[in-house]
């Protein structure tokens, strides 16, 4: 017997300046479960901090072999996801997975209802995502921080800067 679709959708007028963010991390070696998991109460302990702007997570499994799972986030604009992302913990968490990554790798790609697409992949052995089809280049100069990738420039400074990473 057929079934009529109830179909659905929303309005998200209340949110002109949204951002989704789907993130992932990898394992790459077998040391990196230990990051992994590490990694994953701190993230949880920081979402259930209810930053202000993040208006929902949602865990995402994305394959289990290789492990690669993380999640997908709706921030109600750019400056409070950035907010959050300069803030301790966060940028120490940052900065210390970019001088080493434990085993994993990491990657996002943020969408912005304002118009778009960014994303960084690292220590991402094979591409996903955009990389699939899209190309990948170096995150240095003006690929260096998501605001700038998104064609942002009133965002301010990354997160944390190429001298933070690579002269430090």
């Known amino acids: 017997m057929p079934t009529r679709v109830n179909r659905q959708t929303v309005d998200l007028s209340a949110y002109p300046d949204l951002i989704v963010l789907y993130l992932g991390m ?5 040391y990196g479960i230990r990051t992994f998991f590490s990694f994953g109460r701190k993230i949880s302990e920081s979402v259930a901090g209810k930053p202000d702007g993040l208006l929902l997570h949602e865990p995402v499994y994305y394959s289990f072999f290789p492990m690669n799972m993380g999640m997908r986030q709706y921030w109600r604009d750019l400056p409070s996801l950035l907010d959050f992302a300069r803030s301790e913990p966060h940028r120490q968490w940052w900065l210390d997975f970019l001088r080493d990554s434990g085993g994993t790798g990491f990657w996002h790609e943020t969408y912005s209802v304002r118009g ?4 960084v992949y690292d220590d991402v052995p094979k591409p996903l995502g955009f990389g699939r089809f899209a190309g990948i280049q170096r ?5 260096f921080g998501s605001a700038a990738r998104l064609g942002r420039s009133d965002d301010g400074n990354p997160v944390l800067s190429e001298t933070d990473l690579y002269e430090s």
């Open 26 to 30: 990898r394992v790459n070696r077998l």
């Open 116 to 119: 778009g697409m960014e994303a």
């Open 139 to 143: 995150a240095r100069g003006p690929m």
